[in-house]
Structure formats: C-alpha cells, structure tokens
C-alpha cells in the first residue's frame, strides 16, 4: 500500500509553487481572555504579501508549543469581510466591518467566532484573507458593505469572473492562487517555535471545506483536518458555472477527476468530512456516494478508520453541535496545550511602523520583556 501512496505523491495533478520565506510582521496586537489576537502580514510570494489574524494562547511558548490550525472562511457571497468570519474583528475595526461579522456569525455559526474559540482552546490559530474578501476585497465592495447597494451586489458578485479571467491571462488559476496561499499560512505555523509542528491542521465551512481537503492533500505541513458541507460529484454542479464558482474551479482537477477522488491524495491523513442532510448546495445523495467513493480509495491505501464521513441533521450550517464534533476531531491528533497547567510568559512584537517591520515571529524569545 507504501508503493501505491507513493506512485500517487509522484504523479500531483498539483504541485504548490516554491515557498517564499514568511518574513511574518505584527501590525496591531489585542490582548483577550486566554490568548492574543494579532493582525499579521507574511509572504505568500517573494513579491506579494497577504494579511491574515493570529490568534495564540498565552499558554504558547518554545518550551510548551500548542497545535496549529490554519482556518479558512467561506465564501457566502459576502466579500467584504473574511477573516473576520471566523475572528472576532478588533476594537478599531470599521464599525460596518464589525457589523458584518457579527451578522455572519450570528447566521451561520450561531454566534460563535469559532477562531477565537478555538484559540481559547489552546490551538494556534491563523486565518488568512483570501483574494477578493476582506483585506483584499474591491473598494465597490466596501462601499456596499456601507450602504448596502443592491445594485453595487450585483455588480460586485458578478465581479469574480473578472478576478477569474485577469488572473488566467497571466497564466494563474484562481484556486490554485488560493492554494498556494493556503500553504503559505500553514508554512508560517510551521516555522513558529511555539506551534508543535507535527500537529497543525486545517478546517472551512463551504467554501472553506474546499479549501480545507485541498490544503490537507496537497501541504505536507498539514497532518490532519476537517470539512464541513462541501462534498459532492460532479454531475450535481451547475452548468454554465455560476459566478461562485470561479473561485473554486481547478481545470487540472476537474477536467480528470471527480471531487471524491482528492481522497487519492488526502490518504492516509486523518480528515473529517460533515454534511447536512438538508443540504440544499450538496444533495445527500451525490454527497453519500462521494463520501462511499473517499471510504473505498482510502481502504485501497491501507488507511481505513482515517477518514470520517459524518451527516449531521440540518443544512449549510456551522452551529455549536457541528463546532463540538469538529473540536473533537481535531483535539484527537492535536493535544491542545491547556492554559491552566502550561502557562508561559507573554512576549510582545514589535509593531508593523516600527523598523523592526520585518522581523520575523520566529525570534520571539521565551522570557517577558
């Protein structure tokens, strides 16, 4: 079964792009209960860089590193926010900004910023922006987002086939782009000293499950993760695409294979697959036979019991019963350290317009300063 594996990790339909060097810099930094929230840019590439949140508990520290997790927003249709799905924006966000998240947990996670659960958790938490949301969103898409344009909506969501197009002249996949990127965040945890590097996972909702089963096949940093409602076949798709779908779209992957088959490259890591039974994006009954497909090719790779495929009763939805199966999940291959019996001190980092810009995370040093 070694052999198999390895045939299949020397025949990628993917292969990630060359790794820039992090060179992680703190611009603002928040103190909350159990871990601190730090709003970070990094290189994605040696020329571009991203902005995302970290959010580490206080307990973190060289000599008591905690799991990582690298958290993926979805899509929703909603581009003026993404990370801030998933983290509670800071007191000096925008207040339209802060409004749209609480919104956005309120609908789809039951009020929860799970990130910042999480961190509270004990993981290591990062959350990138993903192009075209939040920090990297359009100026028409802010302005909806302060005045609520119907006809600013439309034009903003029509606008990823734009996104998709400029991107393809240059010979870039948008997907693949958000890969890479992908990558790169968990790259970043991988070089803190703080983060046990053999436990750094991956989970998204919706577009972020996505996002997720491709990071975990294709990332040899992540050892382990979790999607939640997005798993189905082929034939369910719409057809022309719709413009949500550009985000999405990997000719190299869709051309060939079915979405099950990333289970050829996600074998034999641990990953959780969840799905609503009234789903209404991803029909039970294409998701079952995608979730029998992944089961099968898994037993093939001599991993079965590494891949979980779950339904849960209810839709596209991300509530506090989903959030608890999927923290299980994780904590079984993450050890989350505890605060309660790892605390460490606390260093700050120097701030982003200072002239230490640069200086990367990885030489914070274990004692106060």
């Not at 000096?92 to 802060?98: F, G, L, M, S, V």
Request: positive net charge; charged residues 25%; glycine residues 6%.
């Amino acid at each position: 079964m070694k052999t198999v594996l390895l045939l299949l990790t020397a025949c990628l339909p993917l292969k990630l792009w060359p790794p820039a060097e992090p060179e992680p810099a703190v611009v603002a930094v928040e103190q909350r209960e159990g871990y601190r929230c730090e709003l970070i840019t990094y290189n994605v590439t040696e020329d571009e860089r991203v902005q995302s949140y970290l959010l580490i508990p206080d307990s973190a520290a060289p000599q008591a590193p905690c799991p990582g997790l690298v958290l993926l927003h979805d899509h929703g249709a909603r581009f003026d926010i993404g990370k801030e799905k998933l983290v509670r924006p800071m007191a000096d966000a925008p207040e339209y900004i802060k409004a749209s998240a609480a919104q956005w947990v309120a609908d789809g996670f039951d009020g929860v910023y799970l990130a910042d659960r999480l961190a509270r958790e004990g993981f290591v938490v990062v959350v990138p922006d993903a192009l075209y949301w939040g920090s990297r969103s359009s100026e028409k898409c802010r302005e909806w987002s302060r005045t609520r344009s119907k006809a600013l909506k439309k034009e903003v969501y029509e606008g990823q086939r734009a996104v998709y197009d400029s991107l393809q002249r240059h010979g870039i996949v948008w997907a693949e782009k958000t890969l890479n990127e992908d990558a790169a965040a968990a790259r970043l945890l991988h070089r803190l000293p703080y983060v046990q590097k053999d436990r750094i996972g991956c989970f998204g909702w919706s577009m972020g499950g996505h996002r997720a089963w491709l990071l975990a096949a294709f990332c040899p940093e992540v050892s382990s993760g979790a999607a939640l409602c997005w798993m189905t076949l082929k034939r369910t798709q719409a057809q022309p695409p719709s413009a949500s779908d550009y985000s999405m779209m990997i000719p190299a992957l869709r051309e060939k294979y079915d979405f099950p088959d990333i289970a050829r490259w996600l074998a034999p890591k641990p990953f959780l697959f969840l799905s609503g039974t009234t789903d209404k994006l991803f029909p039970r009954d294409a998701t079952q036979e995608a979730f029998e497909r992944m089961q099968s090719i898994y037993r093939e790779n001599g991993a079965a019991g590494a891949l979980r495929t779950e339904f849960f009763e209810g839709g596209h939805h991300c509530g506090l019963r989903e959030q608890q199966l999927i923290l299980d999940f994780l904590k079984s291959f993450a050890r989350p350290c505890a605060s309660a019996t790892c605390i460490r001190p606390v260093t700050r980092f120097p701030s982003a317009s200072t002239p230490a810009l640069r200086k990367s995370l990885l030489s914070r040093r274990s004692s106060p300063t």
